[in-house]
């Protein structure tokens, strides 16, 4: 496939479903925020469970395709959140029949979901963008060695901040601080745990593609500015 300049375009399948996977692990735990597990209490929320996951594509996407990609699917990906954010929410608010006895429910797992699009909106620009500005910076000068390390890094930095702000946002007024403290303690052990498991596997997938491919972006001179879409160098690229 060319553009109109005569230049060949490659679509990359593998970004695009490394994207994809991406924008669904984004919207579990807004859907689930409210879910709290107790296993011989021990007290954890539910999306921490899968949320590693998120920083863990973040890792492949940025080792592989560098931060610029990364930063770019994941504004789309909160484009695709705010849109299932607040279609679900209005969809709620119609009327119901008289019959219908479930609306209760509705409104405590869907009426989390605008208060969990704005934290995302605000602390994704954070934590996620700290996870792969920690990836692309040591890239360069490990000379690309030891993706395993500088994933659970990168991972564990940018999953302590979330931890901290998700659970002040959403238990702050519901649960007791003391309980908040060891939902957040708890929920991030196990995303520390989570994340040393993906380290191996994501070093094999950051091979393989890398290998499949033939790209393997280092960010030399690029805008780390999270809220810049693109480079001057890939607007150039694409003209």
């Given at each position: ?29 807004g ?32 080792e ?15 484009s ?12 709620t ?11 209760e429910?509705y ?66 007024g ?15 052990s ?15 997938i ?9 790209i393997?972006?280092?960010d ?20």
């Amino acid at each position: 496939m060319q553009n109109k300049g005569g230049k060949k375009q490659q679509t990359s399948w593998t970004l695009m479903f490394l994207s994809m996977m991406y924008a669904v692990i984004m919207l579990c735990p807004g859907t689930i925020a409210s879910k709290l597990v107790d296993i011989h209490g021990v007290l954890f929320a539910a999306g921490s469970l899968i949320l590693p996951l998120l920083f863990w594509i973040g890792c492949i996407i940025t080792e592989v395709y560098g931060y610029s990609a990364y930063r770019r699917v994941t504004w789309f990906a909160i484009s695709g959140q705010f849109f299932y954010t607040f279609s679900l929410w209005a969809l709620t608010k119609l009327p119901s029949p008289e019959y219908w006895h479930h609306q209760e429910a509705y409104d405590f797992v869907i009426g989390q979901l605008p208060k969990m699009f704005t934290a995302h909106f605000i602390f994704i620009p954070i934590c996620a963008f700290v996870n792969s500005y920690i990836i692309s910076k040591w890239k360069i000068l490990a000379s690309g060695k030891r993706f395993g390390v500088r994933s659970v890094t990168s991972s564990i930095a940018g999953e302590f901040l979330y931890a901290i702000l998700i659970c002040l946002v959403v238990f702050y007024g519901t649960l007791p601080f003391s309980k908040i403290a060891i939902t957040m303690v708890v929920s991030f052990s196990l995303k520390v745990i989570y994340t040393f498991l993906l380290a191996y596997p994501a070093v094999l997938i950051a091979e393989f593609i890398k290998s499949k491919e033939k790209i393997d972006v280092y960010d030399y001179d690029i805008n780390y500015n999270p809220f810049v879409l693109e480079d001057k160098e890939t607007a150039e690229q694409n003209s």
